[in-house]
């Protein structure tokens, strides 16, 4: 079977390296695991942990193979989408172009196999939309990564983000929102990491997404293509209480049209989970992801057997949806079509 992983992990250890070697925070530090550990700030427990999987893309491509199937993957930051936003505008740009540069090699090295999505500093937002244009029409990459919070603000639905969710619609990429760790990470210290690891991003992503959709983002920008991880979070579940309680923000709809207009992977530990991810989204709204390495493909392979599609959905939530959603294309076709600047 083709398949392509819609929520895959890998990060350059070039750019760790280089984090290493700062000083102040937020900072990093290598690990006895073959990864480093990363502190937003002072006193902040080292939530975001990495191991040597993260790093090696010819052994990652290595461990899909041996799950007997053609995978393909799409890689997006994940928590560490943070870092850009937490940091000065200019240096979080700097830092984001690092980054992308990284990206866009590996989608060179890997074509057709690899597809890859581009870190964005929102501090300031002329600065996000650069950054925007440059990783999509020069570099070439297929999408954007928007962490749970600015920084430690929670406020992604901020206005002068506007213009930015804007030009994101105009050039019709998508936008995956993943946690990030900031928001609630005191509240959910302890346990060494369980609270926080089962709870702390699946709050995160769902009050992230809320804020797009009670902001009315959703409503003003309905090309805005959002990909929510791990299985929409906690909002499909909450679906009749958001509608419930959200009548105050004044939407023209309900809020769960615009939830159900948003997009989502496969990334829930238990079959019942993903089965209601597609029930409540749809099977068009669905895609195969994995989390990898956070998660084990095999397993998550396993549990996708028990849940009962036709062979025309199985198609879909392991390869067509993530063609369509994405907008991936052939080697061929992967050089960008030059767009006029949003700023020029």
């Known amino acids: ?3 392509i992983d819609s929520h895959f992990h890998w990060w350059p250890r070039s750019v760790f390296d280089k984090l290493c070697q700062r000083k102040e925070f937020p900072r990093a530090g290598v690990n006895k695991t073959g990864g480093y550990d990363y502190w937003r700030r002072e006193g902040a427990g080292a939530h ?21 199937h053609r995978v393909d993957v799409v890689c997006s930051i994940g928590p560490f989408s943070v870092f850009f936003s937490d940091l000065p505008a200019e240096e979080g740009r700097d830092w984001a ?10 989608q060179r090295k890997y074509p057709g196999r690899l597809w890859a999505s581009a870190a964005v500093p ?3 937002t002329r600065v996000a939309i650069e950054v925007l244009d440059h990783a999509v029409n020069k570099l070439g990459l297929m999408g954007v990564n928007l962490p749970g919070s600015v920084g430690s603000d929670p406020r992604i639905d901020a206005e002068r983000l506007e213009p930015f969710y804007a030009r994101v619609a105009e050039l019709g990429v998508p936008l995956f929102l993943h946690p990030t760790d900031a928001v609630f990470q005191d509240i959910l210290e302890g346990y060494n990491g369980a ?12 009050v992230a997404a809320s804020r797009l959709i009670l ?3 959703m409503q003003r ?22 509608d419930k309680n959200t009548k105050a923000a004044k939407l023209p709809q309900p809020a769960s049209t615009y939830m159900k207009r948003m997009y989502t992977d496969t990334v829930s530990p238990h079959s019942a989970g993903m089965k209601f991810a597609i029930d409540y989204y ?4 669905v895609m195969y992801g994995t989390d990898y390495p956070c998660w084990d493909p095999a397993t998550c392979l396993r549990l996708l057997d028990e849940v009962e599609l036709s062979p025309a959905d199985r198609q879909k939530l392991f390869y067509d949806n993530a063609r369509r959603i994405l907008g991936l294309r052939d080697p061929a076709d992967m050089k960008s079509t030059a767009r006029e600047p949003a700023l020029a």
Do not use: C
């Open 1 to 3: 079977m083709h398949i």
């Open 48 to 68: 975001l942990n990495s191991w040597a999987d993260w790093f090696d893309l010819d052994e990652q491509f290595a461990h899909m193979d041996r799950l007997g």
């Open 97 to 106: 172009l690092m980054w992308n540069e990284e990206m866009a090699g590996a």
């Open 122 to 124: 929102l501090q300031d």
């Open 195 to 206: 609270l926080h690891l089962s709870l702390g991003r699946v709050i995160e992503v769902s």
């Open 215 to 217: 902001s009315g983002l």
């Open 221 to 242: 920008h309905p090309n805005l293509k959002v990909v929510l991880s791990h299985t929409g979070g906690a909002l499909p579940y909450q679906s009749g209480r958001m």
């Open 282 to 285: 749809g099977i068009d709204h």
